[in-house]
């Protein structure tokens, strides 16, 4: 499975922030997103998750070959703040989300919240009282449920802790064969550990790394590349 990005450019007002972006991203694999502050990461997201309108270019989804436009129920977004309802209970809100979608397996909603390593004394508290660890297990939980074919992780382990980190690392390795992951940070060990591949936002184009993320001087290589330096085309 395939996600075609061909020529998507989104402006605001007189600054192009997408300018004619151009890339494939491929299922089996985790895609690092890598960007300067205000490079776009944020509005690349928004337009693949449907939140903007692009000012122009084509956005597919290939499958066994087929491509066909891709559709707002394709894409799910975890946002680097955790938009929950704090007044439910962690179990509450699983079961809710659970009955928004429907389910094709027998998980249960305590099946769920063990998956994400949430214990029952915190699945039973408030959601307002739960850390940012907690709350992003929340918000990935929900992507499992309902399984888009591409999921945008915006910022997914800022302020979280340790212990939530490994559990959210092995939860996306997990989902990586049947779906397309595209991970935005700003953490550059991150990208070395998580990711397969890693692109750059740059000056409106998105471009490939040509370097191996396990290279010695992959740092380097990625500010050269901020700042103007090769990029592989």
Request: hydrophobic share 40%; with cysteine.
């Amino acid at each position: 499975m395939k996600l075609i990005v061909r020529e998507l450019q989104k402006s605001f007002q007189e600054k192009e922030v997408l300018k004619g972006v151009t890339y494939t991203f491929s299922s089996g694999e985790i895609t690092g997103l890598l960007g300067r502050n205000g490079a776009g990461k944020t509005t690349f997201f928004n337009v693949l998750y449907g939140d903007l309108m692009a000012d122009g270019g084509e956005l597919f989804l290939e499958e066994n070959g087929v491509e066909h436009p891709l559709q707002v129920e394709d894409v799910g977004m975890v946002f680097s703040e955790n938009y929950l309802p704090e007044f439910l209970t962690g179990y509450e809100f699983i079961t809710f989300y659970m009955d928004l979608h429907a389910q094709s397996d027998s998980r249960s909603v305590d099946d769920y919240l063990d998956f994400m390593e949430i214990s029952q004394e915190d699945r039973h508290r408030i959601i307002k009282g739960y850390s940012d660890g907690m709350k992003s297990k929340l918000s990935l939980l929900c992507i499992f449920i309902s399984k888009p074919k591409v999921i945008l992780l915006d910022e997914p382990l800022t302020a979280v802790d340790v212990v939530s980190s490994i559990a959210i690392k092995r939860f996306l390795l997990a989902l990586k064969d049947n779906h397309i992951l595209i991970l935005s940070t700003h953490i550059m060990a991150l990208a070395e550990d998580l990711c397969d591949k890693v692109v750059v936002l740059d000056k409106g184009i998105l471009m490939a790394l040509d370097v191996d993320k396990k290279h010695e001087q992959f740092e380097e290589k990625v500010l050269e590349a901020l700042q103007g330096g090769t990029y592989e085309t």
